[in-house]
DNA sequence: AGTCTACATGTAGTCTCTCTATATGTAGGC
DNA sequence: GCCTACATATAGAGAGACTACATGTAGACT
């Protein structure tokens, strides 16, 4: 389902996925398989270290809880991390729209 | 404009454009620009070296012509390559959905 | 008691592709 | 003579997604 095309765009899906509720991660991969209807099952060795990296830029920030004796680690967007959100949501339509009007070759008008 | 979100649909975008017709690697990068609008500028150094490994996986070959005086090398599409064509326009397809339904929350129904 | 699955996080190392920078050469206009 | 457009090519850097592994709790089932 999911070759590395991904690339790119990894964050703009982290974002987007915490943009109403702050997460931990294993909930945030659950949310993204059922988002895309199944079609999206990204590995942990890919959702932790990104998050990390969203933290660090100063896009997330995190919190641990106990919950049931297992521990987790929660991520909130920054208002930093929304702006990026924002953008990343227009990069995403610029990026569709140039891949689009190559690959189909409809509409001359 | 771009990115290196391209990552991965290089493929696509090239075996896209020499569909109808054989381009050599100079043509292909105005091509990709004017049927994108401007929208993508795509670096020899990354075109190059991507025709040569779609050649060597079956998916395009080449011949060498001089046209006033200059050389240059033609690519045309196998026809593995037209299938892998097709292939990448249902993963774009694919992909595009996927992606989109995270990232846009509208629409319930 | 032992095993298995779901829950939960994390890192090291690999892989592969895109980009930057550089190199080379022709043709034509100024 | 110089500059721009045409035309191809490669070496090296950089980055991010993946595989595989490591670790541990809770609850169900046998």
Redesign the pocket.
């Known amino acids: 389902m999911?070759t590395?095309a991904?690339?790119?765009?990894?964050?703009a899906l982290l974002l987007s996925v915490l943009e109403h509720e702050p997460l931990?991660?294993?909930?945030i991969i659950e949310a993204l398989q059922e988002r895309s209807g199944g079609a999206l099952t990204?590995?942990?060795?890919?959702v932790?270290?990104?998050?990390?990296?969203l933290e660090r830029v100063g896009h997330l920030d995190s919190e641990w809880a106990t919950?049931?004796?297992?521990?987790?680690?929660?991520y909130r967007l920054t208002p930093a991390g929304r702006a990026a959100l924002a953008g990343e949501r227009s990069a995403w339509r610029a990026f569709t729209t140039a891949i689009g009007s190559v690959l189909e070759p409809h509409r001359t008008s």
């Open positions: 999911n590395d991904l690339r790119g765009h990894m964050d931990h991660g294993y909930a990204v590995p942990t060795g890919t932790y270290p990104a998050l990390r990296r919950v049931g004796g297992r521990k987790r680690r929660t």
